[in-house]
T-cell receptor, first 116, second 109 residues
Framework: DTGVSQDPRHKITKRGQNVTFRCDPI?????LYWYRQTLGQGPEFLTY????????KSRLLSDRFSAERPKGSFSTLEIQRTEQGDSAMYLC??????????????FGPGTRLTVT | DAKTTQPPSMDCAEGRAANLPCNHS???????VYWYRQIHSQGPQYIIH???NNETNEMASLIITEDRKSSTLILPHATLRDTAVYYC??????????FGAGTQVVVTP
């Protein structure tokens, strides 16, 4: 399977704990996006990378959130001191900057976070 | 904030065409219209996009009005597997997608 993969698929954590999610994009894709989706809502943009550079961050991405893409391949999203309001599905997507599929973002299955 | 307006829900009979409307009256000249769908518990899936001209692919057709202020996604022969939330999004060619609430489409036998 050469699609976007995310790990873990589910995470339950206690309030105040730190969590880290991983996203592996499609191998030839140089853009990587993170979104967050709460129940009944559409996904909300968090941040995106082109290669290893983080080019845009949403106001939703508070100081407790940090994302990295150290070698321009996989990415991690860390949430520090989790709060109950962080409970959501965290989606990763990737895309290419060239070719006919450059307009298309390919989404992973998401990581569902539950903060108790 | 999302730049599009869609009906919250619609039903469609299996085998019939589903026509999903979207208003995007504030679209700017270099913004595209994208359609994605999200089947329950899965990540969104790209369907189609367009700038000015109507577009067709193996999944759907996209009809964009001449003034570009609205569009319609057409699923020509809806199947039960087309039951999903459909999102109409306007944006540039490379950046973030700003999803709204979408249209919940239910295809019934």
């Amino acid at each position: 399977d050469t699609g976007v993969s995310q790990d873990p698929r589910h995470k339950i954590t206690k309030r105040g704990q730190n969590v880290t999610f991983r996203c592996d994009p499609i191998s030839e894709h140089n853009r990587l996006y993170w979104y967050r989706q709460t129940l009944g809502q559409g996904p909300e943009f968090l941040t995106y990378f082109q290669n290893e550079a983080q080019l845009e961050k949403s106001r939703l991405l508070s100081d407790r959130f940090s994302a990295e893409r150290p070698k321009g391949s996989f990415s991690t999203l860390e949430i520090q001191r989790t709060e109950q309001g962080d409970s959501a599905m965290y989606l990763c997507a990737s895309s290419s900057t060239s070719g006919i599929s450059s307009y298309e973002q390919y989404f992973g299955p998401g990581t569902r976070l539950t903060v108790t | 904030d999302a730049k599009t307006t869609q009906p919250p829900s619609m039903d469609c009979a299996e085998g019939r065409a589903a026509n999903l409307p979207c208003n995007h009256s504030t679209i700017s000249g270099n913004e595209y219209v994208y359609w994605y769908r999200q089947i329950h518990s899965q990540g969104p899936q790209y369907i189609i996009h367009g700038l000015k001209n109507n577009e067709t692919n193996e999944m759907a057709s996209l009809i964009i009005t001449e003034d570009r202020k609205s569009s319609t996604l057409i699923l020509p022969h809806a199947t039960l597997r087309d039951t999903a939330v459909y999102y109409c999004i306007v944006g540039d060619s490379w950046g973030k997608l700003q999803f709204g609430a979408g249209t919940q489409v239910v295809v019934t036998p």
